[in-house]
């Protein structure tokens, strides 16, 4: 496939900041969601329950994903929001569209989910690894952007998150897995594997994020070379979304207030 730019060479993966930025932004960020996460689910206002949010994850191995998850949902109640987290489709997956696994993790109204890894796979691991035909993740863009529609339309907030780092940043990870015994356990033969087909996987990013990039499910592609700066870029990316989200529905975000995060920062 061609594209008209790509995506993945804008992104400016110079950006950093201090530890000492990254543990306020993110003090502030995360009231700010809990805030936000409480009004959608009823506990305060009027008692009127938020859109659901879907909050999707994809991106490079070792560019931080993890990371990202455990600050977004550290604020949070375990009741008021679900992980979920998906790898290749099992025996009982194979016997059904490929989209049909992932139903029972999406959230309801009032509900937040967060998907480590998703439908996404068809168009990016399931491609380049040939494990679907042609034709089928060809056919998958649009059953992909259809989905999502549907689910946009019935009030669902999607954020999709790509986590973008260099080749030579992820190969700077591996090594340092390698060297952890208690993280050793986060790198496979797969792992290395998929590295060595950076420029195929690449290409597939870059059409995934230019044929389903839509009006109710736009990408958001993350510079996570640092991993400091990626952490905060993804919680203020989901309270954008999920403001956004509540107005569409007719909920007024409160103001944040000096404690909260403030987009003018």
Known sequence: ??????RLSEVDLTLRISAEE?????????????????????????????????????????????GAIKRLVAPLDPRHVRV????????????????????????GWGGMAILDRSWYGRVLVERVEALATEEQWRRAYEEIRQFEWSLAEEG?????IWTHISPEEQLKRFEARQADPLKRWKLTDEDWRNRDKWAAYEEAVEDMLELTDHRNARWHVIPSEQKRYGRVAVIRTVIAGIEEGMRRWGIEPPPSTGADYDESE
């Open 22 to 66: 990254e543990a306020q932004q993110l003090a502030a960020a995360q009231r700010r969601l809990l805030h936000l996460r409480l009004i959608n689910g009823g506990q305060l206002g009027d008692g009127r329950l938020g859109p659901p949010v879907c909050v999707v994850f994809e991106g490079w191995d070792a560019s931080g994903k993890g």
């Open 156 to 160: 669902m907030v999607l954020i999709k």
């Open 84 to 107: 979920a987290q998906f790898g290749a489709p099992d025996s009982d997956g194979l016997r059904h569209h490929f989209l049909w696994r992932f139903y029972p993790s999406l959230p």
């Open 1 to 6: 496939m061609t594209h008209r730019r790509s």
